[in-house]
């Protein structure tokens, strides 16, 4: 991926701008996933999440890596995310199928939770990539759902649904684990 962060550096470009157009291409994607055309609405969501990638790879190779830069790209990645499902969520609802409503709704609040639940652990000094469905995992699947919907779209709703709920448990189940090894250690070390 260097290569190609060198490659788009060398244009000018930033990795903000990047992040940003990617959040854009995403809301046009949600606009397309809205009107229930959803192998196209799939081939722009994977379009659009290329950007994610893309403006790290600028970031590293140009050294414009920065604090800012890091948390504009998690805000944007939750917004790229949640705007993905509302475009699904506006599909379900005129197309009046409760059961894609209820997956799409329960999978966005999973990987909300997946994403908040790193950020809390983080900010409590505990590393928390632990867990089955992280951002690259849950992109790749949606992705599949989307551009083959009449065979896997539900099945990937309610897979990510299920998954990404699991992973927030298993994220809480860390925490507490290294919180509580961390006290441990800290009454050890005053006695």
């Known amino acids: 991926m260097a290569p190609v962060g060198r490659t788009l550096g060398s244009t000018g470009i930033t990795p903000n701008a ?18 229930g055309q959803y192998t196209w609405g799939g081939l722009a969501f994977l379009g659009a999440s290329a950007f994610d990638a893309l403006d790290g790879a600028v970031a590293r190779a140009t050294g414009q890596a920065s604090p800012f830069g890091a948390f504009f790209d998690s805000v944007a990645d ?14 379900f609802s005129l197309q009046s199928t409760p059961t894609l409503l209820a997956a799409a709704v329960i999978a966005l609040v999973g990987s909300l939770m997946v994403s908040y639940t790193r950020a809390r652990a983080e900010g409590l000094g505990v590393d928390c990539e ?42 809480v189940l860390h925490v507490r684990k290294a919180l509580q090894a961390r006290a441990r250690g800290a009454q050890g070390d005053s006695v």
Do not use: C, K, M
């Open 78 to 91: 939750r917004y790229a995310e949640s705007v993905v499902f509302i475009g699904l969520f506006v599909s």
């Open 18 to 35: 990047l992040t940003a157009i990617g959040l854009g291409l995403n809301v046009g994607a949600a606009v397309v996933l809205a009107t």
């Open 130 to 171: 632990v867990g089955l469905l992280q951002r690259p995992e849950r992109v790749l699947l949606l992705t599949a759902g989307l551009l083959v919907p009449d065979l896997l779209l539900q099945p990937v709703l309610w897979g990510l649904a299920l998954a990404t709920n699991i992973t927030v448990v298993q994220r």
